[in-house]
């Protein structure tokens, strides 16, 4: 059993040189980007955010979008990144 538990606390890499940590930061970037759209999505349906500023926002997390996209290299767009 202790052995079972130390292979569940083992650290795991997610890449194995700097290029694939840079792409892993990338695509980690992207990820919170999409994330905080749904979220500001879901508080504008629900008319917890004005219209003003779920605008302002949208724009804003947009433009983080674009630049995340370019930054990761190989996902064109979100079906690509999704699979």
């Known amino acids: ?3 079972n538990n130390s292979n569940l ?3 795991v890499r997610l890449y194995d040189n700097h290029q694939e940590r840079v792409q892993m930061e990338n ?17 504008f349906s629900r ?7 779920y605008k302002l ?4 997390l947009l433009d983080q979008y674009k630049v ?3 930054l990761v290299h190989g996902a064109t767009n979100v079906e690509d990144f999704a699979s």
Do not use: G, I, P
């Open 1 to 3: 059993m202790a052995s």
């Open 9 to 11: 606390m083992r650290e």
């Open 27 to 43: 695509l980690s970037e992207l990820y919170a980007v999409l994330n905080a759209l749904e979220h500001l999505e879901k508080m």
């Open 47 to 53: 008319d917890h955010v004005s219209a003003d500023e």
């Open 57 to 60: 926002q949208c724009f804003k």
């Open 68 to 70: 995340a996209m370019r």
